[in-house]
């Protein structure tokens, strides 16, 4: 009896001074105020006995953010493998990447095709093709060069065609595993930039853990250009905000425009923070200065896009002798395909206009990409299999305006009052540019390209879709109950943390307890695992999940 009185005292008295700590510190944590208010209200009889209960169970479920990425696509290679097994191909009419029938296979392709086939699938023959034979055709003009690069160099490293492997099936490979590199390090930058603008590990955790397991994770896994550019995307934004000072930044900036089209809007967080920077100066030489070395930077960030334009005008905008091989210029003709060095009159005539850029026409001609251009109605599931990641940026970002519409009405730029800036968040204070950034793309998705791909754009170009999804998980009551009566337990175990090493550790415990959870973190976890698994299905079958 002795014994538990003393840690009920213990406990109380731990709870006191932690609330005091808080107040005292109120207004650089307001994430701590919804705690000390949480639990303000609860009695401590009831604190101290819910604390002691959940002393005695199991310790909280930690992993690491390395592990759960890896299990993630761990599971997403193995529904592949199950479903490409169980369902045929549909023949869905679309590019196919030509292959050389002359050519032995290799000893092991049946294996990787047996293991890996249903990630070769959509675009995935686009860049597999583009890393083995270059930009052959004009519609591959629409993938942007660095991903197929990458892939390009480590197969030619490991010895391109053998008896083993041919080319198309270590291509394969190779980009599998860059991919699952790449999530990684893209599930690393995402938890740095998230505890940067959140200041809160929780909801910055929360945000990982969605992103291991977000509706478009298959094009994470397949060799596609969304995990490299998630991850440099995502270090371009956690620079911005720790160090935008530094020229490093031109290197994950230049890389993410090279990755894809959409990297170009990453150029609007570099102009934003250092507008913020140079509106801060008092003097006139600071922002000169500062000036200066934005120019430098977009200097080297647009020579490095310009290359890329200059080596597609070289491919298509003059008459040319290319040598490839027979089977590749057999697919053109026959599906009616521009060769690159077959320049005529008629052909690729945007080489003919004042900035000759391929980008625009190519989606346009191709892909039939344009303003409302796919408002039709056999276009609608596609429209309905996109309105949850639409809603969900569309309707928070919509709300955060409201409800700072004074310092979003001076674009973030300008200074608010004191009183205005104090009832602001941090978040609040450096989430601007990330809701504009998102709900332009999503905006743009909806009017302007083929609405399908919405999803996978904004789950791989914006961290605001995780953090809206974790705040309907970390902004109810029950939750900061949870987190009162956690930390108080800490105090009755007198132990540690399961994970000592919380930069690299993520909590399961409140995404896998079902039975706290209300109708809309239900309907969350719902679309963030079930569109992760359908999509894995019909994407590795050629069905529509493009």
């Known amino acids: 009896m002795t014994k538990n009185s003393n840690n009920q005292q213990t406990i109380t008295l731990t709870k006191d001074q932690q609330q005091h700590s808080n107040r005292k510190h109120h207004h650089n944590h307001s994430s701590q105020k919804h705690h000390n208010q949480s639990s303000s209200q609860m009695p401590s009889s009831a604190i101290s006995a819910a604390a002691a209960a959940a002393a005695s169970q199991e310790p909280t479920s930690h992993i690491s953010i390395t592990s759960l990425a890896l299990l993630s696509r761990v599971l997403v290679i193995a529904i592949q493998i199950i479903s490409n097994y169980l369902i045929p191909d549909h023949d869905a009419g679309v590019f196919l990447a030509p292959r050389d029938p002359e050519a032995p296979p290799g000893k092991l392709d049946g ?67 860059l991919n699952v590199v790449f999530f990684v390090f893209a599930a690393k930058a995402l938890y740095k930039l998230s505890n940067m603008v959140l200041g809160n590990k929780k909801k910055s955790e929360l945000a990982v853990i969605l992103f291991c397991f977000n509706p478009a994770s298959i094009f994470f896994t397949a060799p596609y250009t969304e995990s490299l550019y998630a991850w440099l995307s995502f270090a371009v934004m956690a620079q911005c905000i720790d160090d935008i000072n530094s020229i490093l930044i ?41 000036g200066s070395k934005l120019f430098s930077i977009l200097i080297i960030i647009i020579f490095h896009y310009g290359i890329a334009q200059v080596y597609s005008y070289y491919l298509f905008c003059f008459e040319q002798k290319f040598s490839f091989p027979p089977h590749v210029k057999a697919y053109a003709a026959a599906h009616n395909l521009v060769l690159a060095g077959n320049k005529t009159a008629e052909s690729s005539p945007w080489c003919s206009n004042y900035l000759p850029l391929s980008y625009s026409y190519v989606q346009s001609h191709y892909w039939n990409v344009g303003f409302m251009k796919y408002y039709e109605f056999k276009q609608l599931p596609n429209f309905l299999l996109a309105l949850p990641a639409i809603y969900l940026v569309v309707s928070n970002s919509c ?89 108080l337990s800490k105090q009755v175990q007198d132990g540690t943390e399961p994970c000592a090493h919380v930069e690299n ?35 590795s079958n050629f069905l529509p999940w493009t």
Request: with cysteine; hydrophobic share 50%.
């Open 111 to 177: 294996v990787v095709n047996a293991l890996l086939g249903g990630l070769h699938r959509w675009d995935a023959q686009y860049f597999l093709h583009i890393s083995e034979h270059g930009y052959s055709y004009e519609n591959t003009l629409a993938f942007f060069p660095l991903f197929p690069f990458i892939i390009k160099i480590l197969t030619s490293v490991l010895g391109g065609n053998s008896s083993l492997l041919t080319y198309r099936e270590l291509s394969l490979v190779i980009a599998v595993l």
């Open 250 to 290: 031109t290197v994950p900036l230049s890389l993410s425009i090279l990755c894809r089209s959409n990297g170009m809007l990453n150029i609007g967080f570099l102009l934003f923070f250092y507008m913020r920077r140079i509106l801060s100066q008092n003097s006139f030489h600071n922002i000169i200065c500062i």
């Open 399 to 487: 709300k955060y305006i409201h409800d700072n519409w004074d310092f979003c009405a001076r674009l973030g730029l300008f200074r608010l009052n004191k009183k205005q800036v104090k009832s602001m968040r941090n978040y609040d204070r450096l989430a601007f540019a990330f809701v504009a950034h998102a709900l332009f793309l999503a905006l743009f998705s909806v009017f302007f390209v083929h609405v399908q791909v919405t999803t996978r754009m904004l789950a791989s170009s914006s961290p605001v879709l995780y953090w809206f999804a974790a705040e309907y998980f970390t902004g109810d009551k029950a939750f900061i109950r949870r987190q009162v009566i956690r930390k």
């Open 505 to 539: 550790c993520v909590e399961l415990s409140e995404i896998l307890d079902f039975r706290t959870m209300n109708l809309k973190q239900v309907a969350i976890l719902l679309y963030f695992m079930g569109y992760a698994v359908i999509g894995t299905v019909l994407f």
